[in-house]
């Protein structure tokens, strides 16, 4: 079983910026064939979906209240995928979730990491 980490959260002011991190405690696993979204909850709303790439870099869409500051991308050895966020807003406050997805066969969860936007 494949268990995602992510890191990089924390607490920043409004217009701050933060790159978070999604890894697998697998050593040899790699994102290559797979669908990687990162996701937000923030506290009594739905999760929702921020970004998605794959399986290739041509595959890359955002949500709408992101679009412009938030950017993902993955390494060249396509074990780490990341989150770039600038212009933080405070109602991007939420734990930040990572997923890997292969064709519905294979879906896999990190266990969140919390950004906080305040001043």
């Known amino acids: 079983q494949v268990q995602l980490v992510e890191s990089g959260g924390g607490l920043v002011p409004p217009g701050g910026s933060l790159r978070l991190s999604c890894a697998a405690s697998n050593p040899g696993f790699r994102f290559s064939v797979y669908v990687v979204r990162w996701y937000r909850q923030a506290p009594g709303k739905e999760r929702e979906m921020v970004a998605r790439i794959g399986p290739t870099e041509s595959y890359i869409s955002y949500a709408d209240s992101v679009q412009g500051r938030f950017t993902i991308s993955e390494d060249n050895a396509k074990t780490t995928v990341y989150l770039q966020m600038n212009n933080l807003k405070p109602e991007d406050t939420a734990v930040y979730y990572c997923?890997?997805?292969?064709?519905?066969?294979?879906?896999?969860w990190g266990q969140g990491t919390q950004v906080t936007v305040s001043s």
């Open positions: 997923n890997a997805n292969l064709a519905g066969a294979n879906d896999y």
